[in-house]
């Protein structure tokens, strides 16, 4: 039986690779016979796929320039030609019965989805109908010789049929999903925006195809009608483009296969040749290759630390995912997380909000890959860091596209700072980087300690951890200038680094507020009086209220960055505060709230976050991965044990199926039990995979291993000496 199935395959992909031969001969696309013309242009208007990804993958080649995201058993956004740029919205199958009833993945299966090895970013869907009458089973990689996505599709009728199975292609190319065009040619499906283009092809070939308008004149309106396709459109005006094809896999119970290729180009008939060229080769040939790029990167790594024996796959999973949203033509550009979340609001979902570069999360990143063993990402993080979003006057946007193209207008200074520490830690002391040094650090004496924003990026003024960055940044800097000669500069900067270290707690930490009798540190203070009371107005819905009262974990930046003591009374306080009003337990171990009436993240019954009034406090913000592994760092700092810490990050990834960690996990706001998706320590449906959250997990590991935080620069410490200096 085995020997029969293995034959039917091998003549399956001999067949395919001559069907494209000869495709290959054909007319370019636009020689492709005329359809009639969709009516309903433009159709509704796109939104895009949801930011919770379960799955995310991209070869280790630079020449394919594609990345794939899964979600509730769809592929969604395919990023090409940079990761920061989409190009589509979702592909999914759709099947029916061709008179009772039509169903579409993400709505009428039950969805399962699985990394089939932690170190190889190959994910596999299981979607079962509900009604229980077939099974589909997707498995993903992406060509490593060409920018294409191949699925192996296998479809098997449970009970009852024939069905009917479509391809679903939601096209979606740029980041306005609204002015693209798609028709038929030479059996695919192809569409353009003018100045990228896609093609979708099945190894069995589409029997049928339609290009048509979002709830207009698209195949799901069609096929919703009367459960068959009797459409066949082109778009050719500019609109919210839907394409549709009728596949071969048909039959009564049993199971049927093939595969599709996504291929993407500048022009059409490029995207064709590439989508061609996939199938032709195979997905077998493809996964084979896909695959030893990343055992042969793996290779080349730190051995999973013994910290990690019992979670290897959430910590190998995190370096892969890690390493994965590199972008390929601006090599060190790390974007944030592969989606936008809750569609991002939706009056402003054109923005590339997450699939942005911010300087800070790049830092997070590189000193994670520093730790895992690739100093040679860490390396192109910083040139990028320096080369691409660096300004003239020494400061970094709040954020940007791959090419420096701001997005958001703020300014924070951490975001300044951390380059320059990242700087020391690579041991870059060159006159080349000595060049970038000055201009950050002579920004940072000129404009802070003060912040237009701090790390949650909604509030002004005087915060504990962006003080602490930026002190770390400046004593660096020092050390950067004297070993360039520049004794004036080092001395300038240690002088104004040792004025804001000593007056971090006139500045942030409160002896006269109401949540502690003991001194304790603020979140941020508005006028740099952390005793006045001051009101400051809280974002995403909270209220206007006494700066007194909002507290926040990251003031343990200080300890980390060496500018504290770990045993300092003060951080013991604080951690007192922190603990009663933001922490929170769950079967996979602890969480914090990032801050006070923090409302960035799902409403109450989780429904998605969206912009709402000041004050409304409609939105909740849950707790962050993240914070649970720098409270980790602490622990190792204090002479603590550290394992719990990584222990609950690792279970996070092991619940996900795709072993992706969130920016957030549900607390018990909405209870726990009022949905299978609202398990309390369990990803929210913020962004997912949430590069930040996947360093930590590997940058606790490493430091567990070594008893303190390696991320820790130990010219800070000592200077301060506090706990963590390592004569």
């Known amino acids: 039986m085995r020997v029969h199935r293995v034959a039917a395959v091998l003549l399956a992909v001999v067949a395919v690779a001559v069907a494209a031969a000869l495709a290959g001969a054909q007319a370019d696309p636009a020689g492709a016979p005329s359809a009639p013309k969709a009516p309903g242009y433009p159709g509704k208007a796109s939104d895009w796929a949801p930011g919770d990804k379960d799955g995310f993958g991209t070869s280790r080649t630079k020449g394919s320039k594609v990345w794939y995201t899964l979600n509730d058993g769809a592929l969604t956004e395919v990023f090409f030609p940079r990761i920061d740029t989409p190009a589509t919205r979702d592909t999914q199958l759709v099947v029916s019965d061709g008179s009772t009833f039509v169903d579409r993945e993400d709505e009428d299966t039950d969805q399962r989805v699985e990394l089939l090895n932690a170190r190889s970013p190959v994910y596999r869907q299981i979607n079962t109908a509900k009604s229980g009458k077939y099974r589909i089973t997707k498995t993903y990689v992406t060509d490593p010789r060409r920018s294409a996505v191949l699925v192996d599709v296998r479809f098997e009728a449970l009970s009852g049929g024939p069905y009917t199975v479509y391809v679903l292609h939601d096209v979606g190319l740029g980041l306005n999903a609204n002015d693209d065009t798609g028709r038929s040619a030479n059996g695919g499906l192809v569409a353009s925006d003018g100045v990228l283009s896609s093609a979708v092809l099945a190894s069995s070939g589409f029997t049928k195809t339609s290009s048509g308008y979002l709830d207009r004149s698209d195949g799901w309106t069609d096929l919703k009608d009367d459960f068959s396709m009797d459409w066949s459109y082109s778009a050719r005006e500019r609109g919210n483009v839907v394409q549709l094809g009728q596949t071969r896999l048909t039959g009564a119970t049993g199971g049927r296969r093939m595969t599709l290729a996504l291929g993407f180009g500048r022009r059409r008939g490029a995207a064709l040749g590439t989508a061609r060229a996939a199938l032709a080769r195979g997905f077998s040939a493809a996964r084979a290759e896909y695959s030893a790029g990343w055992r042969d990167y793996f290779s080349s790594l730190e051995p999973v630390p013994d910290s990690s024996a019992g979670s290897r796959g959430s910590y190998t999973a995190s370096v892969m995912l890690l390493a994965a949203h590199e972008d390929k033509t601006f090599r060190g550009g790390f974007v944030a997380s592969p989606g936008r979340p809750w569609a991002w609001a939706n009056e402003?979902?054109?923005?590339?909000?997450?699939?942005?570069?911010?300087?800070?999360?790049?830092?997070?990143?590189?000193?994670?890959?520093?730790?895992?063993?690739?100093?040679?990402?860490?390396?192109?993080?910083?040139?990028?860091?320096?080369?691409?979003?660096?300004?003239?006057?020494?400061?970094?946007?709040?954020?940007?596209?791959?090419?420096?193209?701001?997005?958001?207008?703020?300014?924070?200074?951490?975001?300044?700072?951390?380059?320059?520490?990242?700087?020391?830690?690579?041991?870059?002391?060159?006159?080349?980087?000595?060049?970038?040094?000055?201009?950050?650090?002579?920004?940072?004496?000129?404009?802070?300690?003060?912040?237009?924003?701090?790390?949650?990026?909604?509030?002004?003024?005087?915060?504990?951890?962006?003080?602490?960055?930026?002190?770390?940044?400046?004593?660096?800097?020092?050390?950067?200038?004297?070993?360039?000669?520049?004794?004036?500069?080092?001395?300038?900067?240690?002088?104004?680094?040792?004025?804001?270290?000593?007056?971090?707690?006139?500045?942030?930490?409160?002896?006269?507020?109401?949540?502690?009798?003991?001194?304790?540190?603020?979140?941020?203070?508005?006028?740099?009086?952390?005793?006045?009371?001051?009101?400051?107005?809280?974002?995403?819905?909270?209220?206007?209220?006494?700066?007194?009262?909002?507290?926040?974990?990251?003031?343990?930046?200080?300890?980390?960055?060496?500018?504290?003591?770990?045993?300092?009374?003060?951080?013991?306080?604080?951690?007192?505060v922190i603990d009663r009003d933001l922490k929170y337990g769950t079967d996979n171990g602890p969480f914090w709230h990032r801050a006070s009436f923090d409302g960035y993240g799902e409403r109450p019954d989780g429904?998605?976050?969206?912009?709402?009034?000041?004050?409304?406090?409609?939105?909740?913000?849950?707790?962050?991965?993240?914070?649970?592994?720098?409270?980790?760092?602490?622990?190792?700092?204090?002479?603590?044990?550290?394992?719990?810490?990584?222990?609950?990050?690792?279970?996070?990834?092991?619940?996900?199926?795709?072993?992706?960690?969130?920016?957030?996990?549900?607390?018990?706001?909405?209870?726990?039990?009022?949905?299978?998706?609202?398990?309390?320590?369990?990803?929210?449906?913020?962004?997912?995979?949430?590069?930040?959250?996947?360093?930590?997990?590997?940058?606790?590991?490493?430091?567990?291993?070594?008893?303190?935080?390696?991320?820790?620069?130990?010219?800070?410490?000592?200077?301060?000496?506090?706990?963590?200096?390592?004569?």
Request: charged content about 20%.
């Open 607 to 727: 429904t998605q976050w969206e912009p709402v009034d000041p004050g409304s406090g409609e939105t909740i913000g849950r707790g962050w991965p993240l914070l649970t592994g720098e409270r980790g760092e602490y622990a190792l700092a204090a002479g603590q044990p550290a394992q719990q810490y990584l222990d609950t990050m690792a279970h996070v990834a092991e619940d996900a199926g795709g072993r992706v960690i969130a920016e957030q996990v549900w607390d018990h706001n909405p209870p726990a039990g009022t949905g299978p998706r609202f398990v309390p320590g369990e990803n929210t449906f913020s962004a997912t995979p949430l590069a930040w959250s996947h360093s930590q997990l590997i940058r606790l590991a490493h430091s567990i291993d070594a008893g303190w935080p390696v991320e820790t620069p130990q010219i800070v410490a000592c200077r301060y000496k506090t706990t963590l200096c390592r004569p």
């Open 348 to 576: 402003l979902q054109h923005l590339p909000v997450y699939i942005a570069v911010w300087s800070r999360d790049l830092y997070e990143i590189a000193t994670g890959l520093l730790a895992a063993g690739d100093t040679q990402a860490a390396n192109r993080a910083l040139d990028y860091l320096w080369s691409v979003q660096q300004q003239p006057d020494g400061s970094f946007p709040q954020n940007s596209r791959l090419d420096g193209e701001p997005v958001f207008g703020g300014l924070q200074m951490d975001e300044v700072a951390f380059p320059i520490v990242l700087a020391w830690q690579l041991g870059r002391a060159g006159a080349d980087d000595w060049d970038n040094v000055r201009l950050s650090a002579d920004f940072l004496v000129a404009e802070g300690p003060r912040t237009k924003q701090e790390r949650w990026e909604n509030i002004g003024g005087f915060s504990p951890a962006t003080i602490a960055a930026e002190i770390a940044g400046l004593v660096c800097a020092a050390d950067i200038a004297r070993k360039n000669g520049d004794e004036a500069k080092a001395a300038h900067y240690l002088e104004v680094a040792d004025e804001w270290q000593a007056n971090l707690e006139r500045w942030t930490m409160t002896t006269n507020g109401p949540l502690s009798a003991k001194p304790y540190y603020l979140r941020i203070t508005d006028n740099g009086d952390a005793n006045s009371g001051a009101q400051i107005q809280i974002a995403d819905g909270g209220p206007l209220i006494d700066q007194r009262r909002v507290v926040d974990p990251s003031f343990l930046e200080m300890v980390r960055l060496g500018v504290k003591s770990a045993d300092d009374p003060n951080i013991a306080s604080t951690l007192e």
